[in-house]
């Protein structure tokens, strides 16, 4: 690999709170693959629609 090529990486984020959340889509906007994963099928669901838990929080 030469110096300053990107490889993206494949990342998993166990647990969609706050801190996972916000790892989640830190790693998403630098272009890397992401998976999130909870036990809690309600949060999946908010993520899906486009919406979390909690106060919205910009990231941009």
Request: cysteine-free; aromatic content about 4%.
């Amino acid at each position: 690999m030469s110096e300053g090529s990107f490889q993206p990486l494949k990342v998993a984020i166990i647990g969609t709170g706050y801190v996972g959340l916000m790892t989640g889509v830190s790693s998403a906007y630098m272009d890397h693959r992401v998976v999130g994963v909870d036990r809690d099928a309600s949060k999946i669901e908010l993520l899906r629609s486009g919406r979390s838990r909690g106060n919205p929080v910009r990231l941009l």
